[in-house]
């Protein structure tokens, strides 16, 4: 049995592919919350998203980046560094400069980074 590419994990397989797709989090995704008017609007800001491991922190932020049609890095503050994260900044202000499209940055673990 040739395999041409490699199986998908199942939680990538199960993960939600639209906004509208995401169960569970109305205080987030209802018509009138303060983020389902920011992406009508195309304003996005900054936030924090907060919650135990699995409960979907990650898969937003990749789904506003998808919706938004914004470049999306992300960034573990648990195997990088400060010198990584700039190389980031760094990237996302040139591709700023040339398309005029602000990255989405999520840094996961933020509260992992030293002083």
Known sequence: MQMDKPIEPLADRM??????????????LSPDSVLSRALRSG????????????????TLAKLVARYTQNPFE?????TSGLKELRQVISGAKRNYNLTKKPTILFVDEIHRFNK
């Open 15 to 28: 993960r939600p592919k639209r906004i509208e797709d995401i169960v569970g989090q109305d205080h987030l």
């Open 43 to 58: 304003r996005i800001f900054s936030v924090i998203f907060w919650g135990p491991p699995g409960s979907g922190k990650t």
């Open 74 to 78: 992300s960034f573990s503050a648990v």
